[in-house]
């Protein structure tokens, strides 16, 4: 069973230096009918004008993934940690028992476009952490990438849930399925371009939620970059 997730459809928020969209409810943005998948609860697309962004802020007990996708993202935290980070880059927080951090737009002349993904712990109060990492384009090139994970194989970052985030650069020709194991769910989120998913056609900024299916299988590309999910119930 697959259930889509429009891109128009998704939560708007627009301050100005930032363009939001919102895939599940988030800030002022409610809609009970969209309050995450599994542990997954956040997947906002963000657009941040040259030179600004979030000052400093607290998160607790949430795993915070970051993906670049054009521009340079810049990182401080109150664990000491502070970086640039750019297309191909994935960056973990694990906010624990309590992070304060700041993202801002490092360019001062062009934007920065980037998700951010939430995903629930399943531990609470642990200490806070941080990790990132580089996936070049090569290695997501027709093929899913494992790029977070429960155990951090392959070089993925390591997040305190049992789930996977893989993702994948496909055009043309390019065709790929991945199983889907009883019990789980698949969610996609298409980050540019188009594709199919089991047969269905999405664009960019649409998702769809499979459950009950064998597999997924992502095919008619056309310059799709896509993020897929992993999920326990």
């Known amino acids: 069973m697959l259930k889509v997730r429009k ?17 599940f409810s ?3 943005y409610q809609d009970p009918a969209h309050m995450g998948v599994g542990p997954l609860r956040v997947i906002n697309e963000d ?31 109150s664990m000491g940690n502070g970086s640039v ?21 490092h360019s001062k002349t062009e934007p920065v476009h980037f998700l951010q993904i939430w995903i629930q712990p399943n531990e609470l109060g642990a200490p806070a952490g941080y990790e990132e990492k580089h996936f070049d384009a090569a290695s997501k090139t027709g093929r899913l990438r494992v790029v977070a994970s429960n155990d951090g194989r392959e070089g993925s970052v390591s997040i305190r849930q049992d789930a996977s985030i893989y ?19 698949g969610y996609i989120h ?13 664009k960019a900024g649409d998702a769809v939620r499979i459950d009950d299916e064998a597999q997924v299988s ?8 896509v993020l897929l999910f992993d999920l326990p119930r």
């Open 167 to 185: 993702a994948a650069i496909l055009d043309g020709d390019d065709t790929v399925s991945f199983p889907l194991q009883p019990g789980r769910i």
């Open 85 to 105: 980070l750019r297309y191909g880059d994935v960056q973990r927080m694990s906010a624990g028992k309590g992070v304060v951090h700041s993202e801002f737009n």
């Open 47 to 77: 657009r941040v004008s040259a030179g600004r962004g979030f000052d400093s802020h607290g998160h607790r007990d949430m795993e915070i993934i970051s993906y670049v996708l054009d521009g340079a993202l810049e990182h401080k935290d």
């Open 218 to 225: 992502l095919d008619g590309a056309a310059d799709a970059e």
């Open 190 to 202: 298409v980050a540019r371009g188009a594709l199919n998913v089991n047969g269905v056609a999405l």
């Open 7 to 23: 891109s128009e459809d998704r939560g708007v928020a627009n301050f100005g230096w930032l363009d939001s969209k919102h895939t």
């Open 26 to 28: 988030f800030g002022h």
